[in-house]
């Protein structure tokens, strides 16, 4: 331990990313401080340690779909022989489901508190900011603050959900922060924003029997495969989400009775209105980088995005590191700060080198039917190789389990991206259906390990199952074939 500091390493953010790092930096026997603070949403949400993904992102956000899925299999139960009063009676209880959620996420906390406590990890609950270099100065609740000086300081602070500069935004509407711990039931809601975390909402919102609308500004999950992303929206439609494309909000405004009166403006500048009980903007998230004052060690942003433009997690100030999402450029995923923090931490108190791979992650937006991805998406693999290097391979499919409740399938497709020539290198996996991450995950492991398009074909699938479907994958669309199964 450098006696000049009283850490080795201090974390600002105890979330996803910090929290691996802390943990790894101790168990090699570094000295470990984290500061973790929550700042109330608009509408006065907070929440206990952990970071976003325990409390307000991944967990409560998995429990609602889980929550959607159970109550879409009450429904096709009755087709398998169970005999339920009459599913259309059925409705999900909201402070139930909250209250669930919410005590699953209180023990997280507590099990996370003890274990910094057990691993001697110092935990103080205060929002830090940059004296210098060195020194972090930390501002508790009841305003007092601390100093702290650290040899290394790792930035873990994330990133909270943006608002739009339209009147009645911020008073009346919600977000991620505040769906999850609802006092009451949503009502009629309008999510505004079609990135992953604005479909997942409106999707789990319509199967919980909300009538959910989400508000497109251009095109739906953008950065995603854009075939595969409309087959998604496609799917939200045909169970019943509304879908407002090519419009944006201008004002929200509080009725005499509560509800929200919205004013949109679509792409021919005509003005419309509707009443909804919720609103909740999905408009993308804001890194926590200026609140730290940067200024004062000269810590370069993105003057854009205000992320941080670090090279192997270091940052321009040269003690001073940063993983998760306030990163530039870098997948906004609990997985990729864990493994980076961790990484990090070994490269900082374990002579180790390995660096952190961006390449390649998994994901899986958890709408309604999911959807699981790994590697390019179809417009990604041709601009980057060229229409004529690649071959798209695609298929529709029927799960076995669906045809008893004569479930439709008329969107359960998936796509493989692979040079067409050489080695025929797998480049992209693509799954909408149920299970979506269960079925890409070990796949990402197999383009980790270089799969060709003939491995691929020459593995024996597991039957019956979904993700035989992709060692069946036969169709390519230069053919102009049929995708749809032929039986
Ligand atoms: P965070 O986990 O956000 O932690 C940062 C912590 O630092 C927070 O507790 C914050 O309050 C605190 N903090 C901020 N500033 C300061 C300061 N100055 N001083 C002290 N403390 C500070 N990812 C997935 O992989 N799978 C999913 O299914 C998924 N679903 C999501 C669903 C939703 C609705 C949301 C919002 C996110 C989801 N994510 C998902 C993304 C995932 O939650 C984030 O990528 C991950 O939490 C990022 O970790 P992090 O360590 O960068 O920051
Ligand atoms: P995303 O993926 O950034 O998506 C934000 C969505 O909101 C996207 O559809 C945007 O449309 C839309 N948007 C952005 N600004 C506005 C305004 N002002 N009005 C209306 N609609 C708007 O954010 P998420 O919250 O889903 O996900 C968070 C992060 O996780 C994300 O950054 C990913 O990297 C992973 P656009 O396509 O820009 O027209």
Not at 193 to 217: H, P
Not at 303 to 317: F, H, R, S
Not at 428 to 448: D, L, R, S, T, Y
């Amino acid at each position: 331990s450098d006696q000049k500091f009283m850490y080795d390493l201090l974390v600002i953010g105890g979330g996803s990313g910090g929290l691996a790092a802390a943990k790894e930096a101790v168990n090699l026997g570094a000295k470990v401080a984290v500061l973790d603070f929550v700042t109330p949403s608009p509408r006065g949400t907070t929440w206990g340690l952990g970071g976003t993904c325990v409390n307000v992102g991944c967990i409560p956000k998995k429990l609602m779909h889980q929550a959607a899925l159970l109550g879409e299999a009450i429904h096709e139960s009755a087709a398998y022989g169970w005999q339920v009063p009459d599913p259309n009676i059925i409705k999900n209880d909201w402070q139930a489901l909250t209250t669930a959620v919410q005590n699953h996420i209180k023990s997280v906390n507590w099990v996370t508190r003890v274990e910094l406590r057990t691993k001697k990890i110092e935990y103080f609950n205060a929002l830090g900011y940059f004296k210098d270099q060195h020194t972090i100065c930390g501002k508790m609740k009841n305003g007092e603050e601390k100093v702290f000086t650290a040899k290394n300081i790792l930035i873990a602070v994330g990133g909270r959900p943006r608002y739009p500069d339209i009147p009645g935004a911020l008073e009346y509407g919600i977000s991620s922060d505040d769906i999850f711990s609802l006092e009451k039931a949503p009502g009629k809601t309008l999510v505004i924003g079609a990135g992953y975390i604005g479909l997942e909402c409106a999707g789990f919102l319509n199967s919980l029997g909300y009538d959910a609308t989400v508000m497109v500004r251009s095109i739906v999950l953008r950065g995603f495969d854009q075939q595969m992303a409309n087959t998604i929206a496609q799917e939200m439609e045909r169970r019943g989400v509304h879908f407002i494309y090519q419009a944006k909000p201008s004002k929200i405004e509080k009725q005499a009775d509560g509800r929200l009166l919205v004013h949109w403006v679509d792409k021919e500048r005509q003005t419309h209105q509707d009443i909804f009980d919720t609103v909740l903007f999905a408009i993308g998230r804001k890194p926590l980088t200026e609140e730290l004052k940067p200024e004062n060690i000269g810590l370069q942003l993105i003057p854009e995005t205000a992320k941080i433009d670090a090279i192997d997690e270091q940052t321009n100030v040269p003690n001073v590191y940063a993983v998760g999402d306030v990163l530039h450029k870098k997948p906004e995923l609990t997985p990729v700060a864990i493994h980076a923090g961790r990484l990090l931490a070994r490269r900082l108190f374990g002579n180790s080198t390995e660096q952190m791979d961006y390449v390649n992650v998994a994901t899986t937006v958890f709408s309604p039917l999911e959807y699981g991805c790994v590697g390019l998406s179809e417009e990604a693999a041709i601009a980057i190789h060229g229409e004529d290097k690649i071959e798209i391979y695609h298929a529709y499919y029927k799960p076995t389990e669906f045809f008893i409740p004569q479930k439709d399938v008329s969107n359960c497709y998936i796509k493989v991206i692979a040079f067409r020539n050489g080695d025929q290198r797998v480049l992209g996996m693509h799954f909408i259906g149920p299970n979506a991450g269960e079925v890409i995950q070990g796949f990402a492991a197999a383009i980790k390990c270089n799969l060709t398009f003939p491995k691929l074909k020459d593995t024996v699938g597991i039957h019956p199952t979904v993700a035989e479907e992709f060692t069946r994958i036969s169709v390519t669309k230069r053919s102009g074939l049929d995708p749809k199964p032929q039986s």
